[in-house]
């Protein structure tokens, strides 16, 4: 029963992580809310502590490998076993590949690579007990890469071949695999995208993160007789 899910969600703190918390909440879940903004994270633990049956703050950088074992570590305390790991956490970054640093394609791949497959792999004999899922937040940029982004793009491309190849490991073990591909979203890091490109920000015309969340929920709330697999998302209007 989705009144008993007890769930993960990095990257909690605003935007897809937000909503996708907030959804699951509403169900009468357990969350844990992992992210680095303290104050934004108690924000949301307000916000879904009328829904969900309990709520856990993880401030942390996942980015370092002990943090990552601290927050497993609280989980098999705290929580025990565990339904749901949902891998939202990312950052992003355009240029060229001319001029873009080397650094910032390690920042990337630790961000958006390492970090998901660390704790996917930290999680996954708690996910195991209870037959859980796992789903992972990507981007369009991840099926077909666009000028200017071909850093990130190799970063979530890879993040699809690492998801596709665990989903046929895992489904033996009954755990369901779940891969977002989502266009352009009005959050605040596209806003930030919107002010480097010199454009208008206009959030009425991307999708809501409130989408994305309900695509997440329907498909953990399927039977088992099912498994959604790959979703490709993107606003009904194209404004870019």
């Known amino acids: 029963m989705a ?21 699951i909440a509403s169900t009468g879940a357990s969350v844990c809310l992992v992210g680095r903004d303290s104050g934004r994270l108690e924000n949301v633990a307000k916000l879904v502590r009328p829904t969900a049956r309990s709520v856990l703050i993880h401030d942390a950088d996942l980015n370092v490998d002990t943090v990552i074992e601290g927050l497993a570590q609280r989980l098999r305390q705290e929580f025990r076993t565990l339904d749901i790991l949902v891998n939202c956490a990312g950052t992003f970054s355009t240029g060229t590949l001319e001029k873009t640093p080397v650094q910032q394609l390690d920042v990337l791949y630790r961000t958006n690579l390492r970090l998901p497959f660390a704790l996917t792999q930290a999680l996954l004999p708690l996910l195991k007990r209870r037959q859980g899922q796992i789903v992972f937040i990507n981007s369009s940029q991840g099926l077909q890469a666009r000028g200017n982004t071909g850093p990130f793009a190799a970063t979530q491309h890879a993040l699809k071949a690492l998801t596709d190849s665990l989903r046929q490991e895992v489904n033996a073990d009954g755990i369901r695999v779940l891969s977002i591909y989502p266009g352009r979203t009005a959050t605040p ?3 930030a995208l919107y002010e480097i490109e010199g454009r208008a920000y206009r959030p009425e015309l991307l999708l809501q993160a409130e989408d994305i969340a309900q695509i997440v929920l329907n498909a953990l709330l399927l039977p088992r007789t099912a498994e959604v697999t790959n979703v490709e998302i993107r606003p009904l209007i194209r404004s870019y």
């Open 3 to 23: 009144s008993e899910w007890k769930a993960v969600i990095t990257g909690a703190s605003s935007g897809i992580g937000r909503a996708i918390a907030t959804a």
């Open 189 to 191: 890091r596209m806003k």
